[in-house]
C-alpha cells in the first residue's frame, strides 16, 4: 500500500495549486480516496473525497474552488485548488478506504499517504 502526494508548495492568495494523490499496491478501482488538511494548531479536517463510482464531495469551505478528479487507470487522484486563501494553508493528505457506498467525507480512512504542505501567504 501506497499513497504519494506531490504538488503542494507557497502560493500567493488568489493563487492555484494542483495536488496530486499517487497510488499503488491495491485496486484503486473499489476504494474512495478522500484529501485532507492539517492547519497549524488543528485537527485535521476532511476537505474533498470521490468515491469509487466517481462521486465527489466536498467541504463547505471550498465547494466552487476547488475540484476533485481520479483516473484509475493512472491510479491518481488530482485535487485542483483554486482561488487559495491563507486560511488554506496545511498539511495535506491523501488517504484511501474500501468505499461502503455513502458520503465518503464521512467514512474512517484506513490508508494514508506522508502529506505535502500547502502555503498560502496574505
Known amino acids: 500500500w501506497q499513497l504519494v502526494e506531490s504538488g503542494g508548495g507557497l502560493v500567493q492568495s488568489g493563487g492555484s495549486l494542483r495536488l496530486s494523490c499517487a497510488t499503488s499496491?491495491?485496486?484503486?478501482?473499489?476504494?474512495?480516496i478522500g484529501w485532507f488538511r492539517q492547519a497549524p494548531g488543528k485537527e485535521r479536517e476532511g476537505v474533498s473525497c470521490?468515491?469509487?463510482?466517481?462521486?465527489?464531495s466536498y467541504q463547505d469551505s471550498v465547494k466552487g474552488r476547488w475540484t476533485i478528479s481520479r483516473d484509475d487507470a493512472s491510479k491518481t487522484v488530482y485535487l485542483q485548488m483554486n482561488s487559495l486563501n491563507p486560511e488554506d494553508t496545511g498539511i495535506y493528505y491523501c488517504?484511501?478506504?474500501?468505499?461502503?457506498?455513502?458520503?465518503?467525507?464521512?467514512?474512517?480512512?484506513?490508508?494514508w499517504g506522508q502529506g505535502t504542505q500547502v502555503t498560502v501567504s496574505s
Open positions: 488517504a484511501a478506504v474500501y468505499d461502503r457506498d455513502y458520503d465518503c467525507l464521512r467514512q474512517e480512512y484506513d490508508y
Open positions: 499496491g491495491f485496486t484503486l478501482d473499489y476504494y474512495a
Open positions: 470521490i468515491s469509487s463510482s466517481q462521486m465527489p
